[in-house]
Every structure is written in C-alpha cells, then in structure tokens.
C-alpha cells in the first residue's frame, strides 16, 4: 500500500461523521484562537494606557525666584493630565493613598509641598533634592507598576530638564558678565603690562645711573680720603713753608745787600790793577832779578788777565748779581707774605677736606644703598613687567574662551545642556508594534499547540497497515504527512488572520508562511516520535515539552537572561529556532539567519522521523504491553 491511499484512508476516518467533522474542526482552530486572541489582546496596548486608572496629588505650595512665582508641581501636573497618556485623575493625598490600596486606580504620584523650593534651593547656599512621590500596589497589576515607574522617571527627567535649563541659562548669563568683566581686566591689564615694561626700562636707567653714581662716590670719598690724610698736615708744613720763607726773603734782602759790597769791592779790586806804568816797574823789577824774557812775558799776559778778569767780575757783579739778587729778594718777600696767607689758612681748608671726606664716605654709602635699591627695583620692575604681561595674555586667553553669547544663544545653550544626549533609533529591522514584537513567539507556540491538539484526533500510525502491510516507513510518512497536512493549512490560516485581520506587517510573507508550514511539519514529526514510542504518555509528554519551550524560547526576554542549564537548552529545543526564524522573515532580518535556523529544525524532523520508523518496526513485530493493558491517561 502507497502512503497517499494511507493519508486519504485517515482523512476518510476524521471525516466520517458531523462529529468527526465538527472535532477535526475545532481542534484546527486552536492555533487560530490561541494565536489570534492573544496577539489581539497585546496588539498595541501602550496606546490604551490611557485608559489605566492613575491619582494625581499636587500639594506643592510654589516658591518664588528671582521675584518670580513658580510652581514646578503644577506646571508638571498640567502637562501630564494634558498629555493623556494616563487616565489621571487629580485627587488629594488620602484619596490617592486609598484609591491605590483598593484598586480604584492602579498608581499615583504626589508631587509634595517642598516640591518647586527643593528644585529652587540648587541657586541657594543649601541646595536639596526635590521627590516625586510613587504609590503603587502589586496587587493591582505588577505591569501597571512598571509601566507607573517609567511614568514617574519620564516626568523626573522632565522636569529636571525645566530646571537644568532655566539654572544653564542663570549660569550662562553669569557668564556672560564674566566676560564682560574679564575683558575689561583684560584692557586693565595691558595699560599695567605697558606702565609695568616703561617702569621696568626707567628702573633699569635708575639701576644703571645709580650703579655710576656710586662708582664715582667711591671715588670721590677715596680720593677725600687720601686728600683729608694729607691735609690733616697742612697747618704744620704751610707755618714751616711761612718760617723758610721769611727766612728766604730775610736771606736774599742780605744777598742782595752783600752783592751790592762785592760789587763796589770787585771795582776797587779792579782800580787796584796794576797799571801800564806799574807793569813797566815790574817787567824792570824782573829784568833786574834775571828772568828771561820768556818769563817776562808770561808774568806780563798773567796780570793783564787779572786785570780783564778783574773788570768782568765788576761788571757781572753789577749788571747780573745784583739785579736778579733784588728781584729774588723782592719775590722772597712775596712768597713769605703769602706763605704766611697759606698759613693762616691752613687750619681751615684741613678742616673743610675733613668735612668733605666725612660727607664723601656718606655719600658713598648713601650711593651704595641706592645702587642696591635701584637693583632690586629693577629686578622688581622686570618681574612685574613680565608678570602683567603673563595676566595680560591669561586674561586675552580667558577672555577668547569665554563665548560671545545672546539670550536667544544662551536658551539654546540652556536647552542643549539640559538634555545634552538624544537617541537616534537606527533600526536595521523593526517590529510595527507590541502585538508584532510577541508574533514570532506566539506564531511557534500556536503551530504546537495546533499540532498537538490534532494528535487527539489523528492516529500516529495505521495498526492495519503495519500488521497487514509490513511496510514501517511508509507506514510512519503517512502518519506523519495527515498532522503535517493539517497543520500546515493551520499554519496558513493563522497567517492571514494576523495579516489581514490584525494587520500586522510582514517583510517577507511568502517566505514566512513557508517556514511556518516547515515548523509545523517539523512539530508533527517530533509529535508522533513521542506518539509512537510512548503512546498516550509520549502526547502528555509533548505537552510538557512544549512547556519547556515556552521557557527557553527567548520569546518575551532575551534568551540570555535565562539560568545556565535553561540557557543552554535554548540553544538544542526546536520551538527556539522557530522563534528566531519567523522574527527574521517577519521583521525583514538576514537570510543567512534563516538558514541557520532551517537546519537545526531539519535535523529535528529527520531524527523524530527516524526514531518513528524503528517504533513502527518495533510494532509491526511484536505487540507491547500497553496494546495488551492501555494506559490510564488515554488508549
């Protein structure tokens, strides 16, 4: 016998009566109402939460800043009851309290009477932080308490954008008088920098100046020194120049009074010459006594010379002696006269070389502390100079980094670092909505639970045909074909009920409803693996697989916030690589990630398929014991 007379013969069977039709029919939409109701119900609440019941409490009393009344509470409270986005419901304090307790509303939030002043006091010398009050009760809806803890954080970061904003642009004002401050030190400090540099070049001429000034006082009072040295014994040797030169002139005046007595003795000296008449007596005196006449003459020239000698004599005395000794005596007398002068004032020049030197060495010493000062003004003068020029250029750079701003600048600005950070959203794939987020999840759930609803009804494998045929693997196809067949149409029926009723986009539709039709014959073989080995206890177990999956699918979180041992399973269990295929055909997702979820499938359906056939055999051999004693769970 062929498999397709197998299938039609169990179509044939399920089709028998209205009852089997009726069945057959019913369990075909279970995927349909499994599937279809909860994507439906979750389809995109988040666009009904104004209809979740919320208090809202405003007990702020405002506060006043910068001779402004604000109200940070009300203003938030305004916003969010015209944002709609909860059904808020302004009620007091006690009201909240009790409306939250007994479910009349699912949250409040209480904005407290310190509310604006706590938010004002970050400008004041004790800033506090403001609190937003959240009420909620678990036992009213933990969603609704997660969703009301993302309200009340979006309505923080909110309002401390209101206030960062409003502080940035006080901050930001501040700053610009900052500038305007800096860039008048700036011009102040380039008029010092500029007197600072003249001062430094006068000090440096001063330093200079005073250094020769007092080179030359060291000078002065050495020389004044030396001079007062010598002139401490001026009185002394000016009274004994006075005494030698009395002594001269008194000594000259009787030169020339002597000269005078030798002139007229030279005169008579010369009167007394012997004569021509003398000479003669004599030349005769020295015939007589017998001289020669050689010795004659000599005696004769001899006293001529005496004679000439005699009147040179007179006449030098005379013409020379005596007038120069006169003069001498004269200029002697001049000299003692004034040496005499020098003498009386001898005393009183000493003294005033003393006064001198003394006044010299003050000077000295004045002239040194001065070059002192003058260099330490000068090294003074430089550093201030070299100081205002360094403040100067500080003060240029903190005044190029200061902004030049506006106010409508400046709200920028406050705006921006209010909220420095957006997020731009680059969404390679995107579901459409929540309902589209839990589809590929639920779309693998609904095919097993559509295939396993169908193994109430369907035989996994024909008894007739294996006692009667002996043929196991055709056998077993046609056991599985019927479920796969079935499921399949399920499959497809599900897919327009989400396309065309519930309008959830689809990237790749033909794509999808293959690989679903592919989930669904790989859970019917997986199925009837389990049918045919373990009869009514291997469908009860595939529903506890199918409980397993439900947890290691990674269809709600992330599969890798799962424990060690149910994280690993996620990586081996088919419904995991259902989840990840459908997401990707549905979203629009890599093709190569497709595949890599077909081959792990096939592999399971192969292998369920494969342990199958050996039941079959295994059947078509001998008979088992729960033939013989059914179980107590199901025939």
Do not use: C
Not at 81 to 110: C, E, N, P
Not at 134 to 156: F, G, M
Not at 475 to 504: D, R, S
């Amino acid at each position: 016998m062929k498999i397709y007379p197998l299938v039609r013969a169990e179509f044939a069977r399920l089709t028998s009566s209205r009852m089997g039709i009726a069945s057959l029919i019913a369990l075909m939409t279970v995927p349909l109402v499994y599937g279809g109701l909860y994507l439906w119900g979750n389809q995109d609440p988040y666009s009904s939460l104004d209809k979740v019941p919320a208090a809202l409490v405003v007990e702020d009393t405002g506060t006043t800043v910068d001779g402004t009344a604000i109200n940070y509470g009300e203003t938030a409270a305004k916003s969010l009851l015209s944002d709609k986005r909860f059904g808020w419901i302004t009620v007091t304090a006690a009201q909240a309290t009790a409306g939250v307790k007994d479910g009349t509303y699912d949250f409040g939030i209480t904005f407290p009477s310190d509310f604006s002043s706590r938010l004002a006091s970050a400008s004041g010398d004790t800033p506090r932080s403001a609190r937003l009050q959240l009420t909620t009760d678990d036992t009213n809806s933990y969603l609704s308490t997660t969703i009301a803890k993302q309200a009340a954080e979006a309505v923080r970061v909110e309002i401390a954008k209101q206030v960062g904003a409003a502080a940035s642009v006080s901050l930001l004002g501040a700053g610009g008088t900052i500038r305007d401050g800096l860039v008048r030190a700036d011009k102040g400090a380039g008029s010092l920098a500029d007197g600072a540099a003249t001062a430094a070049s006068g000090a440096a001429a001063l330093s200079s100046g005073s250094s020769s000034l007092a080179g030359g006082a060291a000078s002065l009072s050495s020389g004044l020194a030396q001079l007062d040295a010598t002139a401490s014994g001026l009185p002394s040797a000016a009274a004994q120049l006075s005494s030698g030169a009395a002594s001269l002139a008194s000594g000259l005046a009787a030169g020339a009074q002597a000269a005078s007595a030798l002139k007229s003795g030279a005169a008579v000296a010369a009167s007394l010459a012997p004569q021509s008449a003398e000479q003669q007596r004599i030349i005769g005196a020295l015939t007589l006594a017998g001289a020669t006449p050689a010795e004659i003459a000599q005696v004769t020239a001899q006293l001529a010379g005496l004679a000439t000698a005699t009147e040179q004599v007179s006449a030098g005395i005379g013409t020379q002696l005596v007038p120069r000794l006169t003069a001498a005596a004269a200029g002697s007398a001049k000299l003692a006269s004034g040496t005499a002068a020098l003498s009386s004032s001898a005393p009183v020049l000493a003294s005033a070389v003393h006064s001198a030197a003394a006044g010299a060495a003050q000077l000295s010493s004045g002239a040194g502390m001065l070059s002192s000062g003058a260099s330490a003004l000068n090294t003074g003068a430089a550093e201030l100079a070299s100081g205002s020029a360094t403040l100067e250029a500080s003060l240029f750079d903190a005044v190029t980094k200061v902004p030049v701003t506006t106010l409508a600048g400046r709200q920028a600005t406050a705006h921006l670092i209010a909220n420095p950070v957006s997020v731009k959203h680059s969404a390679i794939t995107q579901a459409a909505n929540y309902g589209a987020g839990l589809a590929p999840f639920f779309l693998a759930l609904a095919s097993w639970i559509g295939i396993y609803a169908l193994f109430l009804l369907v035989r996994p494998l024909s008894r007739r045909a294996l006692t009667a045929v002996r043929r196991p693997i055709r056998t077993t196809l046609a056991g599985w074909l019927t479920p796969a067949l079935l499921g399949i149409v399920q499959m497809v029926a599900l897919f327009a009920l989400v396309t065309l009723a519930l309008h959830l986009p689809v990237a790749n539709p033909i794509g999808l409803v293959a690989f679903m039709a592919f989930v669904a014959m790989t859970f019917a073989a997986i199925v009837l693996a389990l049918n045919v080995l373990l009869g009514s206890v291997g469908q009860f177990l595939a529903l506890v697989f199918m409980v397993v999956q439900l947890v290691t699918a990674g269809g709600t979180f992330p599969w890798q916030t799962l424990p060690g041992p149910l994280a690993a399973l996620h990586q081996a269990l088919p419904m995991s690589h259902a989840v990840d295929g459908i997401r990707q055909l549905m979203y629009g997702g890599l093709s190569a990630s497709v595949w890599s979820s077909i081959l792990p499938l096939l592999l399971w359906m192969m292998g369920s398929l494969a342990v199958s056939v050996l039941g079959a055999m295994r059947q078509g051999r001998f008979r088992i014991l729960r033939e013989l004693r059914p179980s107590p769970i199901g025939a």
